[in-house]
Structures are given as structure tokens and as C-alpha cells.
């Protein structure tokens, strides 16, 4: 166990910025406030709906959390993407996959697992490159599809310890044929004491519906969890010590300026950081991270151009305005308007809407109760405001 804890926490070579899945402790930056409210949350047995913007960390804070459990022993812990299931199918599918990569049959647990699986005639299949199992059952009707969901769900409430499971991308069932999932997780969840839920996902508006509306099942049945962004001087230590263990030296105001190009969205201040890497020596200033800005929007620049395309000329404009103006109280408003001559407020109205619905610009609501704009992608928001 220490010689693991020791590897996990070894400096690492190359670029420490990952731009993927969670790595290691070490190059994961703070969130440590909210690894104790999940913690103390799990220990209370409380089910958590845990949402952000997309790309703020919420899949890389779960494994962080899921991580530093398996290092206390105390807990078991399941982790089940559901962003690309059709249906309610694949989705019991991902789960049982899900359980017995967390459980191998050389366990105890494992080998009941197992034969549980076997009862449900499944097929097995292991994936080429990582040797890891995928399981497959078919179902031939709804009472044995939801009897196995139960049953496998079940199996885990039987088990000593606690069982806490995260279901990523969660909203993603709303986009399945049948209509009724959500009723029959919900009836589920609610027959287990050992098992508690993280459900995740970035679609706000979609997730707040599902457990805040009165209509639906899972109402006012889970603890909502805003993840915001990290804190700014930890980010800024955390930036300063993973050059620092690189061997390269980062000034103040290049680090300062960083977190407020990037507006401090986890994405791309690790986005920017990894290029900043990339093409300094040891010593870096405000100019190496002004070069690197530039590299990665001309990178991206191709992309941005097909985002034009796929917009009307009033939205496109609406976007440019907003990215200008970085962040907007009041888009419809004269003064903004007038200032970027946008036209008639009724047709600037519809073309927000669209933005908004095509997930390129964010609608958030400040701690004063005040609605705001900004263009959902930072990178593309400071092209737009630098080039046009
Ligand atoms: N605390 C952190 N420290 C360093 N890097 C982080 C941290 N949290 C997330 N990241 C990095 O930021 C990026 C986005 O994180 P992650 O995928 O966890 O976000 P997400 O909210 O789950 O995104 P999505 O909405 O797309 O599912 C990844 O590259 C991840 O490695
Ligand atoms: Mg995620």
C-alpha cells in the first residue's frame, strides 16, 4: 500500500498538464474542500447530484474521491459512464460491466458476482488491446430487463461494506426510448441502504429538471452539488510547483495572467499550461504565454471558422459582441445593442435563445441573483474578441 502511494505520488517526466482522464494525485489540483463534502456525504448516506459546466472537473473529481477511498479501504466504489448508452439495456449492461471490472473473479466478492452474472446467461467479451471484460445480456422482455437491473443492484446492497456508486453523464437517460427509467431507478434506489449515488453530469438545465421538478421521480430525492471553479491561489501553487518539478521557472504575472485568460475554466488552463510546456525552455514570462495563446488559437482556428458556418449572421455577430464584451448582464439591452449595432432587440432575443440551445454561450446566474452571458468556449471567446 505505501510503496503504491509512493508511485502514485512520484514526480512524473514529461508534460504534467494532462488534457485527458484523471491521472495521479500529484497532478491533480486541489478540490479538496469538495473531496470532504463527498465524504461526509457518503458517510451519511446521501445520494448526490453533482453538476458544473462541462469540462470543470466533475468526472476528474470523482476519481480523485474514488481514489482516495480505495486507499482507506473503507468504502467499495463503481464507476459507470453512461455518456454513449442508447438505452435502458446498455445501460444494465455498463453497470454489470462496471461491477465486475471493480470486483475480478480472483475476490471473494468477484466469484459471487460471477455466478450471478451466469445466471443471467451472458456473454463475456474482452476488449483486444486492455484485456478487459465487457459484459452483454439480452433481455426478452421488460419485467426480466428491470428484474436483472434490481438484481444487480441488490447484489451490492448485500455486500459488508458501502457501496458507493458514480453514474456519470447521468442526464443522458432522458434520451432513451423507454419513458419510464427514471421511475424504476428511482423505485430501486430507494429499497437500498448500503448503496449511495453520485449521479454527474453537465447538462444544468436537464439535471436540475430531473431532480428538482415535482413531476419527476427523482424530485428533491438527491443533495445538489455545484462544482465551481478552483480556488485561485491554489491554482496558482499548483501551477508554479508542477514547472517547479520540471525544472522550469514560472514568473508571477505569466501565472497570474494564465488563470485570467483562461478565466480560471479548469479545460483550458490546463489547455494553456500544457502548450506553455510544450514550447518553453526554463524560464518562462509573460511573453512565452503570450506566444502560447497565440499557437493554440491559430490551432484551433479552423474549427472556429466551421462554427461560422453553422450560425446565421445575427448570431454570429451576437457572439462576436459577447466575447468583446467577455462577460453580458444584459444582451438585449440598448446600450449593448447600440454598442455592437445588432439590430432589433426581438431578433438579438431569438438569436441568444439559439446560442444558448447550441451550447455556445453559457446563461448562468450570479450570487446576486443577476443573469449573465459569456461565450461557452473560451478559446473560441478570445479568437472572437482578438480577431474580428
Ligand atoms: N483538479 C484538477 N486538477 C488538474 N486538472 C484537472 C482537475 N480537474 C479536472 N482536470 C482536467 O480538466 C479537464 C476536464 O476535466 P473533467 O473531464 O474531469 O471535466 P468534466 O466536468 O467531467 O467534463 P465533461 O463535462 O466534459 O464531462 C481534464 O483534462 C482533466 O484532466
Ligand atoms: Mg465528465
Redo the contacts with the bound molecule.
Keep these: 500500500m505505501h510503496f503504491v502511494y509512493y508511485i502514485c505520488n512520484m514526480i512524473q517526466e514529461g508534460n504534467p498538464f494532462?488534457?485527458?482522464?484523471?491521472t495521479i494525485p500529484n497532478?491533480?489540483?486541489?478540490?479538496e474542500d469538495e473531496v470532504k463534502l463527498l465524504s461526509s456525504y457518503a458517510k451519511n448516506g446521501v445520494d448526490i447530484t453533482l453538476f458544473?459546466l462541462?469540462?470543470?472537473?466533475?468526472?476528474?473529481?470523482i476519481q480523485h474521491f474514488f481514489n482516495q477511498l480505495k486507499a482507506k479501504n473503507k468504502q467499495k466504489t463503481i464507476y459507470v459512464d453512461i455518456y454513449d448508452t442508447q438505452n435502458i439495456t446498455a445501460f444494465t449492461n455498463r453497470l454489470a460491466t462496471a461491477i465486475l471490472q471493480e470486483f475480478p473473479e480472483e475476490q471473494s466478492i468477484g466469484k459471487r458476482f460471477f455466478k450471478l452474472l451466469k445466471s443471467f446467461s451472458p456473454t463475456i467479451s474482452f476488449d483486444q488491446f486492455t484485456g478487459v471484460p465487457e459484459v452483454s445480456l439480452t433481455f426478452h422482455s421488460d419485467q426480466q430487463q428491470q428484474h436483472t437491473l434490481k438484481s444487480l443492484l441488490f447484489f451490492l446492497e448485500k455486500q459488508n461494506e458501502q457501496v458507493i456508486i458514480a453514474i456519470?453523464?447521468f442526464q443522458q437517460i432522458a434520451n432513451y426510448p423507454e419513458k419510464n427509467v427514471e421511475a424504476i431507478l428511482r423505485t430501486i434506489v430507494q429499497q437500498l441502504n448500503n448503496v449511495n449515488f453520485i449521479f454527474s453530469g453537465?447538462h444544468k438545465h436537464l439535471l436540475i429538471e430531473m431532480f428538482n421538478s415535482t413531476k419527476r421521480p427523482f424530485f428533491s430525492s438527491t443533495t445538489p452539488m455545484y462544482?465551481d471553479k478552483?480556488n485561485e491561489e491554489a491554482y496558482q501553487n499548483f501551477i508554479v510547483r508542477l514547472f517547479g518539478e520540471q525544472k522550469k521557472k514560472i514568473e508571477e504575472d505569466a501565472v497570474s495572467f494564465i488563470l485570467k485568460w483562461t478565466k480560471r475554466h479548469?479545460?483550458y488552463t490546463?489547455a494553456l499550461c500544457n502548450k506553455v510546456y510544450q514550447i518553453s525552455d526554463k524560464k518562462i514570462d509573460l511573453e512565452t504565454v503570450y506566444l502560447a495563446c497565440d499557437r493554440i488559437l491559430d490551432e484551433q482556428e479552423v474549427v472556429f471558422y466551421q462554427y461560422r458556418k453553422l450560425l446565421t449572421a445575427g448570431q454570429w455577430n451576437l457572439l462576436i459582441a459577447i466575447a468583446k464584451d467577455d462577460v453580458v448582464f444584459q444582451p438585449t439591452g440598448a446600450a449593448f445593442v447600440g454598442k455592437y449595432n445588432l439590430g432589433n432587440p426581438t431578433s438579438v432575443r431569438r438569436s441568444l435563445k439559439s446560442l444558448v440551445d447550441k451550447e455556445m454561450v453559457i446563461h448562468e446566474i450570479d450570487k446576486n441573483g443577476n443573469n449573465y452571458y459569456e461565450v461557452y468556449n473560451c478559446f473560441l471567446s478570445r479568437w472572437l474578441a482578438r480577431k474580428l
Design positions: 494532462k488534457l485527458r482522464a484523471y497532478l491533480f489540483c486541489d478540490r458544473s462541462r469540462r470543470m472537473g466533475k468526472t476528474g473529481l456519470d453523464e453537465s462544482l478552483i479548469t479545460y490546463q
